[in-house]
């Protein structure tokens, strides 16, 4: 790895990628194949109009927003923060390497069969996993019906687009229009592309969706747009594999990837809906733990959380014993209400506390993890400015950090002119969180909160080397 300063947490994805899985997920769902295949197929096919998942409205919103905001594809993501950083105050600094991580949304509305749809995943059985293994396909019989409801998903992404764009004000008329009819064109794309079988391309061992592993149409596909940008820029890129413990042979991925991938480390999105001590995640942290490999966890009290009001999941004790877990949100809400951009499923699978069955286990304590957003923005505040409540969030992680020597945190999505200075405040008390604390963007999903990249570069220009640029080579840097 070559020096540089590092933005340790960004993103390279775009809309293509949350309309990918949004076809999936829906035309799943509907021949009762979401998340997994379960039992015979239940719902008609036959009949043109289907009925709609009730829940999809949420993914659609997301997809629009990433369409709003992101008009480029992975690579052109990459090239607009290295000009975003040449523009800025660091222009004369060290180069810029990025950690680009992935995200999996698939399991969003995975209820772990809290309503009884189907069974949980250890109970499927071998042949209904194998099934479930089956990339999307839609067969000649079924053209007329996946038209008609690919169709209905691209008007409902264009519609809420539009909504977005007119709410804002910020194009005439006439760029409103070039721009849904470019997005229509781009919608059209990926829908043929669901009806074409893929062919499978040499050298993206593991991606194809043979052998023992789930795979997605999104999630592959920014598998390996993401090998491609590393493989062309080995000593600046390095990729996060996204793993979420409900996809079917998550650690043949980890191996494939990561271990012998161009994958850098692992990414955990824990308010998707499971714990960090998942029974799952067990083999995949043995990996990690005996080969270096750093692993970042979302750590703020807000984000992209799952949309299931319940979820049925388990948790491994330090002990090894395993035990079920139940989460449900309007219970968890009467207990502890969210504040504003606070999520019910946020508070309870990202808390912080939830590492320490994990970090806890013997053998795992030196597990190297980035507590991703430190927090976050209010919980650092309040822990800066000395009001911090009993269950402060960047309280609990520095804690961690000083009773673990692999423990690390990134400050991306933290805006605010002042940030450096509370960092700086809060190293000056806990002088361990200085050699910790790592520098992240969260860059693409800033843009989509209007958050201007190149201004943000320029208010961390403050910190000090070690938080630009050491912390996190070491974090990287792989046994
Ligand atoms: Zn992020």
Sequence with gaps: MKKGNIDVHCHLLNGRFAFDELLEIGWRWMHDDYPYKDGQMRRSVRSVKLPLPPFI???ILYAASLFEA???????NYRYELDCYAESAFSDSLPLLAVPL??????IFDDGGAHGRRSTPGTLTLAKRRASLEPLHVGKNLQVPFDAFAEEMKELVLQEVSERMAKEGRRAAAAVSIKKKELAEQLDAIIGECRAPREKKAGTRGSSGAGDVQMTRGYRNHIDALGEIRRKNPDSVFPFLAVDPRRIGIDRLVNDHVLHGDFQGVKLYCPLGYLPSHPDLNPVFRICIANGIPVTAHTSPGGFPSQSGEIRTFSRKKDGSVVPVFFNK?????????????????????DPLNWLEVLESPGFENLKVNFAHFGGEENIRAFAGGKAKADNWTACIVELMERYDNVYADISYCPGSDMPSLIEKIVRVHPKAGQR???????????????????????????????LSDNAARFLKRS
């Design 102 to 107: 992935m995200m999996d949304i698939y399991f």
């Design 57 to 59: 409205r949420g993914l």
């Design 70 to 76: 992101v008009t480029r594809d992975p690579e052109g």
């Design 330 to 350: 309007a219970a968890f809400v009467k207990k502890r209400k969210p504040a504003g951009g606070e999520c019910a499923a946020s508070l309870f699978f990202a």
């Design 437 to 467: 604390l790592m520098f992240g963007t969260d860059y693409v999903m800033l843009m989509i909160n209007g958050c201007g990249l190149t201004s943000y570069f320029n208010e961390y220009m403050a910190l000090p080397p070690a938080m």
